[in-house]
């Protein structure tokens, strides 16, 4: 794609955009109502205006995505160590030099650290249990990778014994749109990152998968472990896994630092950064305009009938970015899918059946897209029950298989452990549902 077919691209998606965020305001007439309702048509706005490409580094606790980061940016910037972090997301973005603001919870106002002082707030030792109520914090750098306008985002370990931070990470997943997990040689693709693979499979568009700390193994016996990981990515994410990459953060960091090309070599650091930017260079382009296509069809979708027209023009775009229309952006044109499930022109005569089953569509339009692809959703699905087994039917009508196949395993985790509970006990427990 040329550079003035982006523009052209993102100037149409801004006007759509903003369209939304008019009828978003128009509905609400308190100021701090209408504050909040045109919230994440802002974020939008910002995100496409600054080009923010988010590349997430992810993975349990201590298997070195932090060192992993400072190698890729060639400095020693981002705490690391065997405590878990509390539960800060933590950005890392160009800058022309060094820089941490603060995001805190419940305010718009940022704070300001230096970077030796970053570790008072973002890890456990410094913040313990997030006392500090630090919602996010930014890093700017004057790191070269970064001025590609790469988005890097360092999360909380998965698995961690702070379970708020696996629920943080989690939590992230819709924003991602390039995700790094760091796994290790020590027990390569854990149950946690397993569970976080299949979660963030409808949301991102390209994963690598990092083994870390290969100089805690033979180069004999790494070869095995490797296989076994591409085949287990590939089972989850089929293309959107890009090969394994073998590394030591440790020593590719410290290769840097002492400018040893050799060194640098046989960390497998410098391939797996050469894929990455390669992969970045010639694909982000077509894969930030479809994300943000995407984000911007979930907001539309949430205000019913009058975006109907905007959502349609959202859909031309997004084909003209990509003829191939992402399942995502499929999903936005549900609705006239779920007529024909429902029976809806089997009620032309009723005019009550027809706003009902209207309303239904709409609501299983927006539904079962945030099902698939937000945790939180699928937690209180899972809180709730899930569906009656007429609703249940009419959702698995409407939304893909892989859709429900990432929906429902919250759902079912919580319907197996009651059924245990049972066998073992002979009581149905303290919350029957």
Same mark, same amino acid.
């Given at each position: 794609?040329?550079?003035?077919? @982006?523009?052209?691209?993102?100037?149409?998606?801004?006007?759509?955009?903003?369209?939304? $965020?008019? #009828?978003?305001?128009?509905?609400?007439?308190?100021?701090?109502?209408?504050?909040?309702?045109?919230?994440?048509?802002?974020?939008?706005?910002?995100?496409?205006?600054?080009?923010?490409?988010?590349?997430?580094?992810?993975?349990?606790?201590?298997?070195?995505?932090?060192?992993?980061?400072?190698?890729?940016?060639?400095? =020693?910037?981002?705490?690391?160590? #065997?405590?878990?972090?509390?539960?800060?997301?933590?950005?890392?973005?160009?800058? &022309?030099?060094?820089?941490?603001?603060?995001?805190?919870?419940?305010?718009?106002?940022?704070?300001?650290?230096?970077? %030796?002082?970053?570790?008072?707030?973002?890890?456990?030792?410094?913040?313990?249990?997030? *006392?500090?109520?630090?919602?996010?914090?930014?890093? $700017?750098?004057?790191?070269?990778?970064?001025?590609?306008?790469?988005?890097?985002?360092? &999360?909380?370990?998965?698995?961690?014994?702070?379970?708020?931070?696996?629920?943080?990470?989690?939590?992230?997943?819709?924003? #991602?749109?390039?995700?790094?997990?760091?796994?290790?040689?020590?027990?390569?693709?854990?149950?946690?990152?397993?569970?976080?693979?299949?979660?963030?499979?409808?949301? *991102?568009?390209?994963?690598?998968?990092?083994?870390?700390? +290969?100089?805690?193994?033979?180069?004999?016996?790494?070869?095995?472990?490797?296989? @076994?990981?591409?085949?287990?990515?590939?089972?989850?994410?089929?293309?959107?896994?890009?090969?394994?990459?073998?590394?030591?953060?440790? =020593?590719?960091?410290?290769?840097?630092?002492? /400018?040893?090309?050799?060194?640098?070599?046989?960390? /497998?650091?410098?391939?797996?950064?050469?894929?990455?930017?390669?992969?970045?260079?010639?694909?982000?382009? %077509?894969?930030?305009?479809?994300?943000?296509?995407?984000? &911007?069809?979930?907001?539309?979708?949430?205000?019913?009938?009058?975006?109907?027209?905007?959502?349609?023009?959202?859909?031309?775009? $997004?084909?003209?970015?990509?003829?191939?229309?992402?399942?995502?952006?499929?999903?936005?044109?549900?609705?006239?899918?779920?007529?024909?499930?429902?029976?809806?022109?089997?009620?032309?005569?009723?005019?009550?059946?027809?706003?009902?089953?209207?309303?239904?569509?709409?609501?299983?339009?927006?539904? +079962?897209?945030?099902?698939?692809?937000?945790?939180?959703?699928?937690? $209180?699905?899972?809180?709730?029950?899930?569906?009656?087994?007429?609703?249940?039917?009419? @959702?698995?009508?409407?939304?893909?298989?892989?859709?429900?196949?990432?929906?429902?395993?919250?759902?079912?985790?919580?319907?197996?452990?009651?059924?245990?509970?049972?066998?073992?006990?002979?009581? +149905?427990?303290?919350?029957?549902?």
């Amino acid at each position: 794609m040329d550079l003035k077919t @982006y523009e052209q691209i993102k100037f149409e998606l801004a006007e759509l955009i903003r369209s939304g $965020q008019l #009828i978003a305001s128009e509905r609400e007439q308190d100021s701090n109502r209408r504050y909040d309702a045109e919230r994440p048509w802002r974020a939008l706005l910002t995100r496409l205006a600054e080009d923010r490409f988010t590349v997430v580094v992810a993975g349990r606790f201590s298997r070195g995505k932090s060192s992993l980061m400072n190698a890729v940016l060639g400095m =020693d910037r981002l705490p690391t160590g #065997i405590v878990p972090l509390t539960s800060v997301i933590t950005y890392v973005r160009y800058g &022309t030099s060094e820089r941490v603001l603060l995001n805190y919870e419940g305010t718009r106002l940022r704070g300001e650290a230096t970077l %030796q002082e970053l570790p008072e707030y973002v890890t456990e030792k410094g913040n313990p249990g997030n *006392v500090k109520r630090i919602h996010s914090a930014e890093i $700017q750098l004057p790191a070269e990778i970064l001025r590609r306008g790469f988005f890097f985002v360092d &999360t909380p370990g998965l698995g961690s014994a702070i379970f708020e931070n696996t629920k943080t990470t989690e939590r992230f997943i819709p924003e #991602i749109d390039v995700l790094i997990l760091v796994t290790s040689y020590e027990s390569s693709l854990s149950e946690d990152e397993m569970r976080f693979l299949n979660y963030a499979l409808a949301s *991102v568009r390209a994963v690598f998968i990092v083994i870390n700390k +290969q100089d805690t193994v033979l180069a004999d016996s790494r070869a095995e472990i490797i296989q @076994y990981v591409q085949k287990t990515a590939h089972s989850v994410l089929g293309d959107k896994a890009v090969a394994p990459f073998s590394v030591s953060a440790r =020593d590719g960091l410290a290769a840097k630092q002492a /400018g040893d090309a050799g060194r640098l070599r046989d960390s /497998g650091l410098l391939d797996f950064e050469n894929a990455l930017v390669d992969f970045l260079a010639n694909n982000r382009a %077509q894969m930030f305009l479809s994300s943000m296509c995407d984000r &911007t069809s979930v907001e539309m979708q949430a205000l019913g009938l009058e975006a109907d027209s905007l959502i349609s023009q959202l859909q031309a775009l $997004q084909q003209q970015i990509d003829p191939n229309v992402s399942e995502a952006m499929n999903e936005a044109s549900v609705e006239s899918r779920a007529g024909a499930v429902l029976g809806l022109e089997n009620v032309s005569s009723c005019e009550v059946c027809k706003a009902a089953m209207a309303k239904t569509m709409r609501f299983l339009a927006r539904y +079962q897209y945030d099902l698939s692809t937000r945790p939180r959703t699928q937690e $209180q699905h899972a809180q709730d029950g899930g569906f009656c087994p007429l609703h249940t039917w009419h @959702y698995e009508q409407v939304a893909s298989p892989r859709g429900v196949c990432t929906a429902y395993p919250v759902l079912l985790n919580q319907m197996a452990e009651r059924l245990r509970h049972l066998a073992t006990n002979g009581t +149905q427990g303290p919350n029957p549902q």
